[in-house]
T-cell receptor, first 113, second 115 residues
Framework: DAGVTQSPTHLIKTRGQQVTLRCSPK?????VSWYQQALGQGPQFIFQ???????QRGNFPDRFSGHQFPNYSSELNVNALLLGDSALYLC????????????FGNGTRLTVT | AQSVTQLGSHVSVSEGALVLLRCNYS??????LFWYVQYPNQGLQLLLK??????LVKGINGFEAEFKKSETSFHLTKPSAHMSDAAEYFC?????????????FGEGTQLTVNP
């Protein structure tokens, strides 16, 4: 039973570029949430996708956008990258919007130079 | 708004000693509370959760936590530390009414276990 898988594992981008991160949820899960974890801090909620729609959003600018596909996989897009976007981006899946616990992937480490 | 405060960004214990990691929460509605562990270069793994059932919650790897409403606390304990417990631990809270999947995390406590 595959858990949450994220790709790529590491990524280096330049300021101003755009990036797309990918996530496949755990088998049987239909809801995907994205979190940003800056170095030395706890994860912060970016947004949640269910039934291919954004259901909840944290305090992140519109440069952060996402998508969920019919197979429940998801993408996180970040435009106009800033140095401050450097972080570990974690994808978590669950069954249903109001369900816990979350199952986390190992994350994508994004470095913006 | 909900929040959690983890007291002590670094905790060091000897192997075999008691582990106590502190978490206090703030919530205007009944909370769901969680403890997660993160090993280097990995995602978060759920240790245990409180969802308004028993106030003493037992989790994996010998950890447990007690929900104390009067103290707004949800401290994590383990009677005897193992070397393999060295990791970062995060306390998190969510709102029962909105979503158990939208978590607000504390800043984490790095646990070091000395031989």
């Amino acid at each position: 039973d595959a858990g949450v898988t994220q790709s790529p594992t590491h990524l280096i981008k330049t300021r101003g570029q755009q990036v797309t991160l990918r996530c496949s949820p755990k088998s049987g899960h239909d809801t995907v949430s994205w979190y940003q974890q800056a170095l030395g801090q706890g994860p912060q909620f970016i947004f949640q996708y269910y039934e291919e729609e954004e259901r909840q959003r944290g305090n992140f600018p519109d440069r952060f956008s996402g998508h969920q596909f019919p197979n429940y996989s998801s993408e996180l897009n970040v435009n106009a990258l800033l140095l401050g976007d450097s972080a570990l981006y974690l994808c978590a899946s669950s069954w249903g919007v109001a369900s816990s616990p979350l199952h986390f992937g190992n994350g994508t480490r994004l470095t913006v130079t | 708004a909900q929040s959690v405060t983890q007291l002590g960004s670094h905790v060091s214990v000897s192997e075999g000693a008691l582990v106590l990691l502190r978490c206090n929460y703030s919530s205007s509605v009944p909370p769901y509370l969680f403890w997660y562990v993160q090993y280097p270069n990995q995602g978060l793994q759920l240790l245990l959760k409180y969802t308004s059932a028993a106030t003493l919650v037992k989790g994996i790897n010998g950890f447990e936590a007690e929900f104390k409403k009067s103290e707004t606390s949800f401290h994590l304990t383990k009677p005897s530390a193992h070397m393999s417990d060295a990791a970062e631990y995060f306390c998190a809270v969510s709102d029962q009414e909105t979503s158990g999947s939208r978590l607000t995390f504390g800043e984490g406590t790095q646990l070091t276990v000395n031989p």
